[in-house]
């Protein structure tokens, strides 16, 4: 069993940053690929970035591409989401989620485990 906590959200002005954090509790955090995926009002949740087990890849929505960074520090059981360049378009609440599959990063029913998400609102 994962438990994750997303932390960071808030509100920015468009063109601002923010850093969304997640801490996964358990002690298998190492072995599960992570994703961030926003859900706007009204919307689907969608997939933004992923990062594999080892951090050696990372994956990119074609929308947050040289804007958003994922990392990961598998010491502290947490995994980040830099976004830079904020546009209004982003505002959404964010969700982190574990997997312990390969593959198919970009998919929802990829994941296992989701928290409870963090509101991310950009003002233009």
């Known amino acids: 069993q994962v438990q994750l906590v997303e932390s960071g959200g808030g509100l920015v002005q468009a063109g601002g940053s923010l850093r969304l954090s997640c801490v996964a509790s358990?002690?298998?955090?190492?072995?599960?690929?992570m994703g961030w995926f926003p859900q706007a009002p009204g919307k689907e949740r969608e997939f933004v970035a992923a990062?594999?087990?080892?951090?050696?890849?990372?994956y990119y929505a074609d929308s947050v591409k040289g804007r958003f960074i994922i990392s990961r520090d598998n010491a502290k059981t947490t995994v980040y989401l830099q976004m830079n360049s904020l546009k209004p378009e982003d505002t959404a609440v964010y969700y982190c989620?574990?997997?312990?599959?390969?593959?198919?990063?970009?998919?929802?029913?990829?994941?296992?485990?989701w928290g409870q998400g963090t509101q991310v609102t950009v003002s233009s």
């Open positions: 989620a574990a997997s312990s599959t390969s593959g198919a990063v970009t998919m929802t029913q990829k994941y296992d485990y």
């Open positions: 358990g002690r298998t955090f190492s072995s599960y690929d």
């Open positions: 990062i594999s087990w080892s951090g050696g890849s990372t």
